[in-house]
């Protein structure tokens, strides 16, 4: 059964850094593309990156320039490493995957920039 543990979120000053991790289990990590979606309540979930099995990007345009998906495929693990943080970047993060038809959800990591 594919698992995510998702960490790294918490309270940030605007202008400030966080690094988001995502340790999967139950899956062939390294064959598939992997996203990081967030949510704020009452919108839709929505895409932030997404890095493929070779290790290309996308960005959503609202996040280029400031954020960084990446990937340990030794560690199951994927990265979203947040810069010059924005109060509109408070949200929970999510990572996903998708197997076939099947998305795949992680718990959530909530990231609120504040001062």
């Known amino acids: 059964q594919v698992q995510f543990v998702e960490s790294g979120g918490g309270l940030v000053q605007p202008g400030g850094s966080l690094r988001l991790s995502c340790v999967a289990s139950g899956m062939i990590f390294s064959r598939y593309a992997m996203g990081w979606y967030r949510q704020v309540p009452g919108k839709q979930r929505e895409l932030v990156a997404v890095i493929g099995s070779g290790g290309s990007t996308n960005y959503a345009d609202f996040v280029k320039g400031r954020f960084t998906i990446s990937r340990d495929n030794a560690k199951n693990t994927v990265y979203l490493q947040m810069n010059t943080l924005k109060p509109e970047d408070t949200a929970v993060y999510y990572c996903?995957?998708?197997?076939?038809?099947?998305?795949?959800w992680g718990q959530g990591t909530q990231v609120t920039v504040s001062s």
């Open positions: 996903n995957v998708k197997i076939v038809v099947r998305d795949y």
